[in-house]
């Protein structure tokens, strides 16, 4: 997969860069592992702090190549610094780890963005495992995002606790987790049940509950479950009952389905597909502000 990345971050980064710019990142490519090194700390020294712009092609064939891969709002820095350690030669293990260690026991904030956004493209992702468990646990906000945003490594290479106290966080700190990859595969009972409790501690607070994180209990539906659909349907917020309503119906658990049908127009809207998840999709979440 590396030869094949590295060709198409390369497509991207030759649509971002000055002939300046391409030529230091080339001449830094064909180095030895400490000047790649060296190269990837010295980025912004040579390159535009801008965001780079991907056309709809290079980004299908991103998610093609690797689904749940993304570079959008990467920036240029970023991007170089994940395609130059695309250069480093993983054939002599203990020498390929050896430099991606150093980098990150180095590494300063946006050094650290970078390296968390290379894990999925890295050789040997087990080694990374510890790396990337701790960064769920940072208290950076870049460095949470860059391991928990459009990123694949979590869901090929987290254990059922480790994945759960990612999507936990995700939700505790009002991100979007529909950008989690790997958010409907990797559901689990226990993750259903700490939502379960994460919701009625903030409800007890007077705050919301961020309506798409529901869309995680549904194939665990049970009677307590059911209970806490009553309490959405009840909500003065249309977007609660709407959610409710799909998880009703897509959990197939009879008690849910005779539920639903109290609220017929909302049964019919999810029949109709007039109500889906993708509704309940946003990066402005705000559930920490109580609602009047």
Known sequence: MSNFMQKMLWDILSQNTSETEKSW???????????????????????????????????????????GFSVEDWSLVRLARVWLLTHLDPSDKDAYIKSITTLFDTAELNELVALYSALPILAYPENWLFRATDAVRSNMGFVFDAIAMRNPYPAHNFNEPAWNQLVMKTIFNDKPIHFLYGLEEKRNQNLAQILSDFAHERWAAGRSVAPQVWRLI????????????????????????????????????????????????????????????????????NTYVPKP
Not at 26 to 32: F, L
Request: hydrophobic share 40%.
């Open 25 to 67: 990142l080339q001449n830094n490519s064909v180095s030895n592992p400490l000047e790649l090194m060296t190269a990837f700390v010295a980025c912004p020294r040579f390159l535009s702090k801008k965001i780079v712009s991907v056309d709809a092609i290079r980004a299908q064939q991103l998610a093609d190549s690797l689904p």
């Open 218 to 285: 549904t194939p665990f539906m049970d009677d307590a479950l059911v209970d806490d659909m009553k309490h959405l349907l009840e909500s003065k917020y249309e977007e609660n009952r709407q959610v409710a309503a799909i998880c009703c119906i897509e959990s197939g658990y009879q008690p849910a389905i005779e539920l639903i049908k109290n609220y017929p127009d909302l049964e019919k809207a999810v029949a109709g597909k007039q109500l889906q998840w993708s509704d309940f999709e946003t990066k402005e979440l």
